[in-house]
């Protein structure tokens, strides 16, 4: 086990509990799917060795923030009756020895929006009430359908775990700790472990012949050869495809919105600026009428008046909570980056076929 101290530097996930969560999330798709996991803290690497689903319960009344979102699903794993039933799971996987440590939770997410309050109230939870050295796992299951796992591993920040707990984030608040939206989470590197019977299944696996062969003359001669059909490793030749992916587009939709939530909060805390000044000139000259009172006041001998009674007849506007911008402006990054990430792959493929597309170009 690692010092408590020692700081996590990485996940490693069993290739069965990824099954399981894949499962989960695409059983549930499109809602959201939650669950509990379990494993070991070995020398900084958390090592997840099993997993279950947390059953849909009522949104708890009590919770960090009132104008979150209800959602059942999402809110799961802080449920007063999902910690109790997890507590249970744990105790019989303990009796038949099996890993019995809480060391975290996970979800489903869809075209990456995880970056949500439900994520934070979990994730909180589980670093303050359960275990400081948890963990959330995030499976994206329309990220995945593309071919690729999205198994990404997230943790809260001190110093961002220090101003939720105190609900400070005003303006004043944040510059003073210096929290940026970059510093919500820390990201864990994801390994996926087999065992080594599933490691000599897939040596085993038939693999395409590697001898020599002639060039097909078209793609659908490539598509109809036996190349194709005759291992199951053979690769997924619709990742040729030059088609813009669908999913750009959903994901630069998103991103659009998002950017239109930025303006609206944007304009709220302008609101709150102006309505501040306003209340501010009111108390300066409110202040300059008294002073100039109490000073004819001092000059005929008569008693004062007092100056802080401001506080009884002006009321300043409260703050908004700068946290809904802050958790909106690292929601913008994420869809930012997988915007990129889709570009990156359909211009890779363009470079490619450069000179079939512009057959001049390649001679100058």
Partial sequence: MAEKGAPLAAVKVEALVAMKIIKHGSQSFPTTATGSIVGMDVDGTLEITNC?????????????????????AAAAPRAKANVAYQAEMIRMLREVNVDANNVGWYTSANMGNFV????????????????????????????????????????????????????????????????????????????????????????????PNSGPTDLPPSLAALESSSYAKSSVLTPNFDNLSLNVDPFLEKNCELLFDSIETHHTETNNFQYYQRALAREQTKIN????????????????????????????????????????????????????????GFVSATTGKMFAVKGNLLPGETTK
């Fill in 285 to 340: 000259n409110w202040q300059q009428k008294r002073k100039t009172e109490n000073a004819t006041r001092a000059t005929l001998k008569q008693p004062l008046l007092p100056e802080d009674e401001w506080q009884r007849l002006f009321k300043l506007p409260q703050e908004p909570s700068r946290l809904e911008s802050m958790l909106n402006s690292r929601q913008v990054e994420q869809y930012a980056r997988q915007v990129d």
């Fill in 116 to 207: 949500n309050m439900n994520v934070i109230e979990n994730q909180f939870f589980y670093q303050k009430e359960m275990n400081e050295r948890t963990v959330a796992l995030v499976h994206d299951v329309s990220r995945s359908a593309q071919g690729t796992l999205s198994l990404r591993a997230f943790r809260l920040s001190p110093k961002f775990m220090t101003a939720f707990k105190e609900n400070k984030f005003t303006t004043e608040e944040l510059q003073k700790s210096n929290l940026r939206y970059q510093d919500i989470f820390i990201e864990l590197p994801v390994e996926i472990h087999n065992s080594h019977l599933i490691t000599s299944f897939i040596h085993q696996l038939q693999t």
């Fill in 52 to 72: 279950f689903p947390f059953p849909v319960v009522d949104l708890p009344p009590e919770s960090h923030f009132d104008n979150a979102a209800p959602n059942p």
